[in-house]
């Protein structure tokens, strides 16, 4: 068995309303799938989306590695959440590169996930073929034309339908376009 990796973290501030937190508010579509870069130095401190969508994170959904910020952006392989979003204890380390001097006991901004490693794909999807596709199903239908990748590519981690997850893992056995 695969070792749990703590995983992305992002803005979080917790007022100790954790069962709010964990419920879906209403309105807001259920996700089970989701894509998660790899930001090297990042703390995707800029959005309260990635926050929200990590507390929506639970046991069991799989998600997509996506290498970002490098020559060849795209899909490398398939994680398994393993532990819900909990307080980040590194926020409060001096010590840490991840140390946050605003942030408090009584009121973290930082939470993270577990993640699993699973697989890598049989090959690398580029973000280069992710948006041929994600075009001609603007144009004509098809499962990535809402794709959060290219309607919200700033977040750093996004959801993905059921059947935008199945598309993509499908591409790993499809020459490349």
């Given at each position: 068995m695969k070792k749990p990796v703590r995983g992305k973290r992002a803005a979080a501030a917790s007022d100790g309303s954790e069962k709010k937190a964990k419920a879906?508010?209403?309105?807001r579509p259920l996700h089970s799938h989701w894509l998660m870069k790899s930001e090297p130095e990042?703390?995707?401190?800029?959005?309260?989306?990635?926050r929200n969508f990590m507390r929506d994170m639970k046991p069991g959904h799989l998600?997509?590695?996506y290498h970002s910020n490098c020559k060849e952006p795209g899909i490398a392989g398939v994680m398994e959440i393993v532990k819900e979003a909990y307080?980040?204890?590194t926020q409060f380390d001096k010590k840490d590169?991840?140390?946050d001097a605003t942030s408090?006991?009584?009121n973290p901004k930082w939470s993270m996930v577990d993640v699993r490693y699973q697989r890598m794909l049989?090959?690398?999807i580029p973000l280069s073929e992710l948006k041929k596709y994600h075009l001609q199903h603007s144009a004509k239908g098809g499962p990535l034309k809402s794709m959060a990748l290219f309607t919200r590519a700033r977040l750093s981690i996004q959801p993905l339908t059921s059947e935008e997850f199945d598309f993509v893992l499908d591409l790993e056995n499809k020459e490349s376009i």
């Open positions: 879906e508010p209403p309105g990042s703390r995707l401190e800029n959005g309260i989306d990635a998600a997509f590695f307080v980040d204890h590169v991840h140390f408090k006991a009584d049989r090959r690398f």
